[in-house]
């Protein structure tokens, strides 16, 4: 057994590295580097972050991370699982009969008013389609009748100025109608996203991927965000579940986890699972 810290602290001195430097290059806080060094673990956000940050400063001093992860989690093990938050039991309340039936009755009778609603709408829709039906085939046999004895006059093969001019008007008239029934026609359909809204509450680490690609490992401060985009898929680790509200396409999922909860999280367009674990090659 050896004590982290000192290995730690013995190999920066020994590389003349400051305090500053390896917080720079790393992206842990100073004092979370001077806690560590000073085998202070509860100055640490929690157990995972302890880990977390002894591996990055082990790997950034060039040091044999697979002895000083078994130490640490040798150290870890030790420690007293999590607490989960315990549901709180609600007591049903009884309503009397008398409140009971006046919801009802006014339950039927919010009921018929909407059916009533729903049906006059209906009535006057199918009223306005039918009308404008009618106009529409009454202007187009005029102008079918029109050009037709206007073509076919006399056996001279001549075809005066006025059908003509008649002609043109009914094609001016037909053609406003013709773009407004294009007008009606659905367009295609957008292609689907995948939107992350990340909010955190409290100081957490996160690791996201979008559709197979990392693009953020690293802390969130308490009110920092940041938004991730994929076209098919993404992945989320969180090491602190109740510390980041999570926004997909803009529906907020509520609750992740408990304090210090590690989660596991992947995305589609339209729905989201937990997962037991996430392959970051994948």
């Known amino acids: 057994m050896f004590a982290v810290c000192e290995v730690l602290q013995r190999a920066r001195l020994d590389q003349g590295i400051d305090l500053a430097?390896?917080?720079?290059?790393?992206?842990?806080?100073?004092?979370?580097?001077?806690?560590?060094?000073?085998?202070?673990?509860?100055?640490l956000p929690g157990g995972f972050f302890y880990k977390s940050f002894v591996h990055q400063y082990a790997t950034f001093l060039g040091l044999d991370t697979r002895a000083i992860d078994a130490e640490v989690d040798r150290v870890l093990s030790g420690d007293p699982p999590l607490?989960?938050?315990?549901?709180?039991?609600?007591?049903?309340?009884?309503?009397?009969?008398?409140?009971w039936t006046a919801r009802t009755y006014f339950s039927y009778a919010a009921l018929v008013v909407i059916l009533v609603a729903c049906a006059r709408i209906d009535g006057w829709w199918h009223e306005s389609r039918t009308v404008a039906t009618k106009k529409n085939e009454s202007r187009a046999p005029v102008l079918e009748n029109t050009t037709r004895r206007r073509a076919a006059s006399p056996a001279t093969g001549r075809v005066s100025l006025a059908a003509?001019?008649?002609?043109a008007a009914g094609l001016a008239t037909a053609a406003p109608l013709a773009a407004a029934v294009r007008q009606d026609e659905p367009a295609a359909?957008?292609?689907?996203?995948v939107e992350l809204a990340l909010t955190a509450t409290e100081e957490t680490w996160l690791s996201v991927s979008s559709?197979?690609?990392p693009v953020f490992s690293g802390l969130l401060e308490a009110n920092q965000t940041k938004t991730i985009e994929g076209k098919e898929f993404a992945k989320l680790r969180v090491g602190n579940a109740a510390g980041l509200e999570v926004r997909l396409n803009g529906k907020p999922l509520g609750p992740l986890g408990a304090h210090g909860q590690v989660r596991d999280l992947a995305f589609t367009s339209d729905k989201f699972q937990f997962v037991s674990s996430l392959n970051e090659s994948e």
């Open 189 to 193: 359909p957008a292609g689907s996203i």
């Open 164 to 167: 003509v001019s008649q002609v």
């Open 211 to 213: 559709d197979g690609t």
């Open 21 to 43: 430097t390896v917080a720079a290059r790393t992206k842990i806080k100073a004092k979370y580097l001077q806690a560590i060094e000073a085998g202070d673990r509860k100055s």
């Open 83 to 99: 607490q989960l938050p315990t549901a709180v039991r609600q007591t049903p309340v009884k309503l009397s009969s008398r409140s």
